[in-house]
């Protein structure tokens, strides 16, 4: 075992003399960005950081699974750009809540973290320029759309810089030990929905409450007697809550995508998504959609998703929020998307970012 441990130890040696060379590049690399006159925010490449990640899952041939690698990559990008220039990110708090485990999946632990109260806090944090970047929920595969975020960006001028999915795991959790003695479940409401059929079979009687978020409902699990909270391992930990029950959530695959908003658009990583805004103007005339869509069809572009919101300029009149595969600037989607905006009354490219790395 003795010898196993040296080789061990000298492997640890060629690792810390290789990640300090890395870091040395990475200042090389922040040196020529300044001297091209670039700020704080324009030193975070994530097209870039997206490439180097693919390679690293594609060279993986184990033991180390991908997620792991891939891990450990993430975290030595963010020491890298810490040193030149730490990012600061707002994201919907308080701490312990799954926005806040977004962050430190996609930035890593190098990174200033805001939490902030409200989703359009986020948003204003970032336009005005004291945080660089925001991570908000868009959508979970269990509940749907986060129409608070969709609502924000028709009136905000913030682009979708990339996004983040986060498997959800939900536990019960409280100062009990048991389930017999639980009067009150709290949790934000897309986490209560998430365990609706858990909650039935096995906390029929106990009130739901829907609470501001899952870090509150741990909150009120610590302060008050009879109340239980759903939220992750993360909130158990801030707020000292026993696990009552391991991962109660109803779908195995539970998942929500986050988004990194910011005030620039990024080029191309080679796997990119872009998000659309737009309206057909008159969306009552018979095959509207149909045909501010056919661009998209002509020029073989997958859709992945599509959303429609009121669009708060009359009634019954709504936007579309769509997502297809692709980066604005690189054909076929750049002649796709000229054609659909000479027939679209409204048009805007929310923005092209790296599709999520694992
Ligand atoms: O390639 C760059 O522009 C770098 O700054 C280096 C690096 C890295 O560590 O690989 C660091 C931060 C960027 O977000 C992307 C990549």
């Not at 870091?23 to 975070?44: E, I, N, T």
């Not at 005005?128 to 986060?146: K, L, R, W």
């Not at 829907?210 to 930990?237: F, K, L, W």
């Not at 919101?309 to 690189?330: L, M, N, T």
Request: hydrophobic share 40%.
């Amino acid at each position: 075992m003795d010898c196993i441990r040296e080789r061990i130890d000298d492997i640890d040696c060629q690792i810390h003399e290789l990640l300090n060379e890395r870091a040395r590049c990475a200042q090389q690399v922040g040196r020529s960005k300044r001297s091209a006159g670039l700020s704080a925010v324009d030193f975070y490449r994530p097209e870039r950081e997206a490439q180097v990640l693919r390679r690293v899952i594609e060279r993986n041939k184990g033991p180390l699974r991908n997620e792991e690698v891939v891990r450990l990559f993430r975290e030595i990008m963010s020491a890298c750009l810490a040193q030149q220039e730490p990012l600061k990110i707002a994201f919907l708090g308080p701490e312990g809540t799954f926005s806040q485990q977004a962050v430190l999946k996609h930035f890593g632990h190098s990174v200033r973290a805001l939490p902030l109260p409200a989703i359009n806090e986020v948003f204003q944090e970032v336009q005005s320029g004291h945080a660089d970047f925001g991570v908000v929920p868009i959508e979970n595969s269990t509940e749907g759309t986060v129409n608070h975020t969709l609502d924000m960006f028709p009136s905000s001028p913030l682009k979708i810089c990339g996004e983040v999915e986060l498997r959800i795991q939900q536990h019960l959790m409280g100062r009990m030990s048991g389930l017999e003695n639980i009067a009150r479940v709290c949790s934000h409401q897309q986490s209560l929905a998430q365990c609706r059929q858990w909650l039935d079979e096995y906390l029929p009687n106990a009130e739901r409450m829907p609470v501001a978020s899952n870090a509150e409902a741990a909150r009120r699990a610590r302060d008050e007697d009879g109340t239980a909270a759903i939220a992750g391992q993360a909130a158990a930990e801030v707020y000292g809550l026993n696990i009552l029950v391991p991962d109660i959530e109803d779908s195995p695959d539970n998942t929500t995508r986050f988004l990194v908003i910011g005030r620039k658009l990024f080029s191309a990583s080679g796997n990119d998504k872009t998000t659309l805004l737009v309206s057909a103007g008159d969306t009552q005339a018979p095959g509207a959609l149909h045909q501010l869509l056919g661009p998209l069809a002509r020029h073989d572009i997958t859709m992945t998703r599509i959303e429609s919101r009121p669009s708060r300029r009359r009634k019954w009149d709504y936007v579309f929020f769509i997502d297809v595969a692709g980066h604005a600037d690189e054909p076929p989607l750049k002649q796709a998307l000229e054609e659909l905006r000479k027939q679209a009354s409204l048009f805007r490219i929310l923005g092209s970012y790296p599709c999520a790395v694992l």
